[in-house]
């Protein structure tokens, strides 16, 4: 592991996060930033947004790769891409960065704190902000709302010496900075992770790669996401 250069701050000095995470490459430098830093995160791979099952496995299996080989726990959402699909019906040619991914994010990240909060963690963030194809803004708006969204209610017009705190709080850290990027391209090198090429869903496939099911196919002709 590389010497930390970067010293981050957990909102409320918490000493464990739950870290939704993408894939490997994106999450590499994050935990090992937050390992050097004290902070314990628990890796919580949730992505029904990813097609085919074949990619969420390949993706899968890289990023519990990383988390074992640093000793860290790694939990499995659930895959239920048809439950993704009707999420975002009507928004299937919106360009990325669009309607369907701000949906996406939603989706993501709500279960992500409902997870959170299961756990009685109290602060969540997410790898998804280290890609520099994805907004950050929607990334954050996304987890802002996912969080609040977890009080229950629409707290309008509470009184607000009653207004609830939401139980679980989202870290908008901007994960591009402190060198973070530069240390990811070395991980990736390092650990020889697999050089996905699209973001995830079928609507980020080119029509070559949606037309066949072999994930090498899949990456064939595309810009690396890496
Ligand atoms: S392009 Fe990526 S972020 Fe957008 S909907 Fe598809 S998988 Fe989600």
Redesign the pocket.
Known sequence: MAKNRNIIHVPMEEKTVLLHTCCAPCSSAIIEAMVQNGITPVIYYC?P??YPYEEYQIRKNECTRYAESLGLEIVDGDYDHDVWLEA?RG?ES?P???G??L???KI?LLRSAQYALSRGIRVVTTT?ASSRW?SLDQINEAGRWACAALVGENQLGVEPSKVLVPPVIWWDQNWRKGGLQERRLQIIKEYGFYNQR???????MSHDALTSTEPSLISSGMDSRE
């Open positions: 992505n947004n990813i975002v928004l919106e990325e960065r669009g369907r991914c949906r996406c994010f993501r998804l994805k699209y973001c995830g869903c079928e609507f980020s």
